[in-house]
Structures are given as structure tokens and as C-alpha cells.
């Protein structure tokens, strides 16, 4: 079993393997599980075992097989940034200026041309008149021998064929060089608006319906926060604003076009069999907030109303499977456990979208 650190919260543990910095969410049972193998027992036994004393409808061998995964992953070598690049494109870039989403101004230069559209529509509202040379931070992402080749501040960070994950990694460490003295517990996948007693963060993956409510509330007064990229600071904990147009899938366009008249000439992005475009919103917050609650919304058409308080364990899952990055040190995650465990969340399903901006209109009141 490698060296693990767990900190448990309610039903769910976060792990975290000393060797690699690799994290994990997992269950009370999970957690049994891993320690058997860590001690040599049979993965299928011991899924079996808790099976039958859980409710017996788990499949034994695909939870096992899940569960190895998970350890394989906490007991594999740190992974390390690859040391050199191939050499580099030729030509300009497809995109190279320079952007400020938080308190200081960072050069993106990036070569492919797919890519560099779909960064420059998601961060096209913190676009700067600067002259890019005079900057000194810099992320550049290229692409070579079928990888795109991202660096920070000239050091190589990630290689990979995938673009949503160079688009993601992108995005986060644009986030994270505009605040250079910061420092940080997470990175969420989710949204933040902000009402009087301070911040909803709208959490949840992809097609839940968060965007779309996200929209409906910016349409009825609340700040934008942030949309996707949701850092949250270490010591206060506060939700830090990120000026990145807000994403609005094809399916939510006719719905809030009247709020936001731009988004009918907004250039439609293509990812992952999805048309996406997106808008800046009239009003940002101005600056950090305190998050006030999490909420999971879902969206179901004909959906009666329904706010249901979710144990910080259950939060803790669901924002897992949100995906985003957690800061791996021991004292941020012992930190990020703790505020977590004092966050109110909620699970709120709907199928009138009035209905649900109310509800978290309530949730934001000074006397919630």
C-alpha cells in the first residue's frame, strides 16, 4: 500500500499518496477496500464482502476493478512535466496577446489554429491593449508530432493529444499566473454569482443545466464571479472573480438571447459534438466574495421545484465529479476539507428556470 494521507469528511475520505501528490475521492467502503489490497488482499473478495453487507446490488468485479484503478493511481511515480520540447512551430502564432482575468497581465501565445479560437472566444472579455513583448509572464501551447506542447514562465508543463485537456490546462494556469502572490485550495469546475451575503457556487458537470441557470440569474441582476474556472484562496477562502465569458450551449441560445442580445453574434464553438458560444455579462463583481453555499443544480424539463441540503460528504463526491484541480499539499487539503465541511450545499432540481433563480436568490439573502 503506498504511503497515503486520508481526511475524511462525513461518508466520503479525500486521500492523498505522499510519493506522487495523486488525490482521490472515495466512500467509507472504498477506503476498506484499498487498505485490503494495500495488505494483499483479493480485490473481487473484499468488493463482495461489502456488497453483501451494503445493499447487494453492487457488481463486485467492476467495483474492484474501479477501486484498483484508484490504487494504482495513488501508488504510481510522481508524474513529471516532460524536461524538453520538440522544436518549435514555425510561422506566428494563431493568437498572441495579452490577457488579465485576475491581478496582473499574462502573454498567451498559442500556435494551433482550433485551439487559439476557442481561447480567444473564453477569454476575449479580459483582453488587454497591451503591447505583448512587454510582458513578462507567458504561457505558449504548440503543436508538434501530434501533441500540443504547453509551457508557463519557459518551463514545459504538459504534453498531451488531447485539447480539451490542453484548453483546460491552458485556462487554470492562466487563472493561476494572474495571481502570482496567491495561493490556493482548488480550482472548482463552477460558476459563482453574487447576491448580498455573498457567493452561490453553481457546481455540477457539464449539461446539468448550471450555465443555463448561471444566465438566467445574471439576466435578473446577480454579478458574475466566475463561469467553469472557480478558485477559491487559501486563508480566506474567499471565491476569487475570473473575467471569462460565461458558456451558453445551443440548447439555452433562443432562452437567453433576450438577456443577452451579443449572443446571437457570439462565434459558435464546436467541442466534443457541442455548439457553445460565449457572452460577457453586464455585471462582474468587483472583487472576491465569501462563498455563501454549493449548489448542484439539474435541470429537468416539467421538474417540480426541489432544494435539498446535501451532507458535506455527499458535496465533497459530487464536486469530484465535477472535475477541476485540488492544490495537493497536506495543509491545503486539510483546509479545503474544513471549509467544506462548514459550506452549506444543496442539490436543487427544476424545470422552471424562475423558479430556481428565486430559490438561490434566497439562499444569497443577508438573513438566509
Same mark, same amino acid.
Given at each position: 500500500?503506498?504511503?497515503?494521507?486520508?481526511?475524511?469528511?462525513?461518508?466520503? *475520505?479525500? %486521500? &492523498?499518496? @505522499? $510519493?506522487?501528490?495523486?488525490?482521490?475521492?472515495? +466512500?467509507? &467502503?472504498? /477506503?476498506?477496500?484499498?487498505?485490503?489490497?494495500?495488505d494483499g488482499r483479493g480485490g473481487v473478495e473484499l468488493a463482495r464482502r461489502h456488497a453483501k453487507t451494503a445493499s447487494g446490488t453492487d457488481d463486485a468485479s467492476l467495483r474492484? $476493478?474501479?477501486?484498483?484503478?484508484?490504487?494504482?493511481?495513488?501508488?504510481?511515480?510522481?508524474?513529471?512535466?516532460?524536461?524538453?520540447?520538440?522544436?518549435?512551430?514555425?510561422?506566428?502564432?494563431? %493568437?498572441?496577446?495579452?490577457?488579465?482575468?485576475?491581478?496582473?497581465?499574462?502573454?498567451?501565445? #498559442? /500556435?494551433?489554429?482550433?485551439?487559439?479560437?476557442?481561447?480567444?472566444?473564453? *477569454?476575449?472579455?479580459?483582453?488587454? $491593449?497591451?503591447?505583448?513583448?512587454?510582458?513578462? @509572464?507567458?504561457? @505558449?501551447?504548440?503543436?508538434?508530432?501530434? &501533441?500540443?506542447?504547453?509551457?508557463?514562465?519557459?518551463?514545459?508543463?504538459?504534453?498531451?493529444?488531447?485539447?480539451?485537456? !490542453?484548453?483546460?490546462?491552458?485556462?487554470?494556469?492562466?487563472? %493561476?499566473?494572474?495571481?502570482?502572490?496567491? &495561493?490556493?485550495? !482548488?480550482?472548482?469546475?463552477?460558476?459563482?454569482? $453574487?447576491?448580498?451575503?455573498?457567493?452561490?457556487?453553481?457546481?455540477?458537470?457539464?449539461?446539468?443545466?448550471?450555465? *443555463?441557470?448561471?444566465?438566467?440569474?445574471?439576466?435578473?441582476?446577480?454579478?458574475?464571479?466566475?463561469?467553469?474556472?472557480?478558485?477559491?484562496?487559501?486563508?480566506?477562502?474567499?471565491?476569487?472573480?475570473?473575467?471569462?465569458?460565461?458558456?451558453?450551449? +445551443?440548447?439555452? /441560445?433562443? %432562452?437567453?438571447?433576450?438577456?443577452?442580445?451579443?449572443?446571437?453574434?457570439?462565434?459558435?464553438?464546436?467541442?466534443?459534438?457541442?455548439?457553445?458560444?460565449?457572452?460577457?455579462p453586464q455585471k462582474w463583481a468587483a472583487g472576491p466574495v465569501p462563498v455563501r453555499c454549493l449548489v448542484f443544480p439539474l435541470y429537468g424539463a416539467g421538474e417540480p421545484l426541489?432544494?435539498?441540503?446535501?451532507?458535506?460528504?455527499?458535496?465533497?463526491?459530487?464536486?469530484?465529479?465535477?472535475?477541476?484541480?485540488?492544490?495537493?499539499?497536506?495543509?491545503?487539503?486539510?483546509?479545503? @476539507?474544513?471549509?467544506?465541511?462548514?459550506?452549506? !450545499?444543496?442539490?436543487?432540481?427544476?424545470? +422552471?428556470?424562475?423558479?430556481?433563480?428565486?430559490?438561490?436568490?434566497?439562499?444569497?439573502? #443577508?438573513?438566509?
Amino acid at each position: 500500500m503506498p504511503a497515503i494521507e486520508s481526511f475524511p469528511l462525513g461518508d466520503m *475520505t479525500l %486521500l &492523498r499518496a @505522499t $510519493a506522487s501528490g495523486a488525490v482521490a475521492v472515495v +466512500d467509507r &467502503r472504498a /477506503w476498506d477496500i484499498l487498505e485490503g489490497l494495500g495488505d494483499g488482499r483479493g480485490g473481487v473478495e473484499l468488493a463482495r464482502r461489502h456488497a453483501k453487507t451494503a445493499s447487494g446490488t453492487d457488481d463486485a468485479s467492476l467495483r474492484a $476493478a474501479a477501486i484498483r484503478r484508484v490504487w494504482l493511481g495513488l501508488a504510481a511515480p510522481p508524474v513529471h512535466a516532460p524536461t524538453a520540447f520538440p522544436a518549435a512551430n514555425a510561422g506566428a502564432p494563431a %493568437l498572441d496577446a495579452v490577457f488579465c482575468p485576475g491581478e496582473q497581465p499574462v502573454r498567451l501565445r #498559442v /500556435w494551433p489554429q482550433g485551439l487559439a479560437r476557442i481561447l480567444a472566444a473564453v *477569454t476575449a472579455p479580459c483582453r488587454c $491593449a497591451i503591447d505583448p513583448s512587454s510582458v513578462a @509572464t507567458e504561457i @505558449t501551447v504548440q503543436r508538434v508530432r501530434g &501533441r500540443y506542447w504547453l509551457s508557463a514562465g519557459g518551463a514545459p508543463c504538459l504534453a498531451t493529444r488531447e485539447p480539451m485537456l !490542453a484548453r483546460s490546462e491552458v485556462l487554470r494556469r492562466l487563472v %493561476l499566473a494572474s495571481h502570482p502572490e496567491r &495561493r490556493w485550495l !482548488a480550482v472548482l469546475h463552477a460558476a459563482g454569482v $453574487a447576491g448580498p451575503g455573498g457567493a452561490a457556487l453553481l457546481c455540477g458537470s457539464s449539461g446539468a443545466g448550471k450555465s *443555463t441557470l448561471t444566465g438566467m440569474l445574471l439576466a435578473h441582476g446577480f454579478p458574475l464571479i466566475t463561469d467553469d474556472y472557480a478558485p477559491i484562496e487559501a486563508g480566506t477562502r474567499a471565491l476569487w472573480p475570473v473575467r471569462f465569458g460565461l458558456s451558453v450551449k +445551443d440548447g439555452s /441560445w433562443p %432562452l437567453l438571447q433576450p438577456a443577452f442580445p451579443a449572443l446571437a453574434r457570439a462565434p459558435v464553438i464546436r467541442t466534443r459534438q457541442r455548439r457553445q458560444r460565449y457572452v460577457a455579462p453586464q455585471k462582474w463583481a468587483a472583487g472576491p466574495v465569501p462563498v455563501r453555499c454549493l449548489v448542484f443544480p439539474l435541470y429537468g424539463a416539467g421538474e417540480p421545484l426541489a432544494l435539498i441540503r446535501l451532507d458535506p460528504g455527499e458535496a465533497l463526491a459530487l464536486l469530484a465529479r465535477s472535475g477541476g484541480w485540488y492544490e495537493s499539499s497536506s495543509e491545503r487539503l486539510r483546509e479545503l @476539507t474544513e471549509w467544506l465541511g462548514a459550506l452549506p !450545499a444543496y442539490a436543487l432540481s427544476y424545470g +422552471d428556470g424562475e423558479a430556481a433563480v428565486r430559490a438561490v436568490g434566497r439562499l444569497l439573502a #443577508v438573513d438566509a
